[in-house]
């Protein structure tokens, strides 16, 4: 049996491991941090969970390479047929399939792949890595895209973190 300094001890380094224990947990789900973000996207929706805006019909570039509202509406209505047979609404694993008119931010897949999360000093920083547009598309439709949705938080939380936390608890003998 351990003495109260031992014990001491041992809160001690459970405590003081605990942060780490984490963000060491939370980097090695790094490629799932970004999945989970381009899940959010394809289905069209950024970390609230609310619909990515501009929809195509409503978005200013149309207006930007045509004369007239008539001709921006039907230049609308045309990339929104074609982004629907080229990447057609579906539904992600945790998200339901997105409205046709509702931007995806998927064509080539330049823009997915260059999304990138760093774990550190407490944070999870996600944004775009090696990409000339990459700036812009976040202008467009605001650094919300790169949050993580309270569904994407649960999910860490349940299938990454509970995990880990339980196995740290188990090395010093706690349930």
């Known amino acids: 049996m351990g003495t109260i300094f031992d014990v001491a001890n041992s809160i001690q380094s459970f405590v003081g491991g605990f942060d780490r224990m984490i963000e060491d947990e ?6 799932d941090i970004e999945d989970l973000i381009q899940d959010q996207l394809q289905s069209g ?30 230049k609308a209505e045309e ?11 579906a ?9 046709a008119d509702t931007p995806n931010l998927l064509i080539r897949g330049d823009f997915y792949h260059s ?14 890595e090696g ?5 812009d598309i976040e202008k467009k439709y605001s650094s919300i895209i790169f949050g993580l ?14 995990p880990a936390i339980k196995k740290y608890m188990e090395k010093y003998g706690l349930k």
């Open 131 to 135: 990409l000339s547009f990459g700036n």
């Open 91 to 99: 539904a992600t694993y945790l998200y339901p399939a997105r409205d």
């Open 115 to 128: 999304i990138t999360a760093h774990v550190g000093g407490g944070v999870i920083k996600i944004g775009t």
């Open 45 to 74: 929706l950024n970390g609230r969970e609310k619909p990515l805006r501009p929809t195509y019909t409503n978005d200013p570039y149309f207006k930007t390479v045509t004369k007239t509202a008539k001709a921006a509406k039907s």
């Open 79 to 89: 990339y929104k047929k074609w982004k629907k047979k080229i990447t057609p609404p």
């Open 26 to 31: 939370l980097k090695s789900d790094k490629e």
């Open 149 to 162: 949705s309270p569904k994407a938080r649960a999910y860490l939380i349940e299938y990454r973190l509970k």
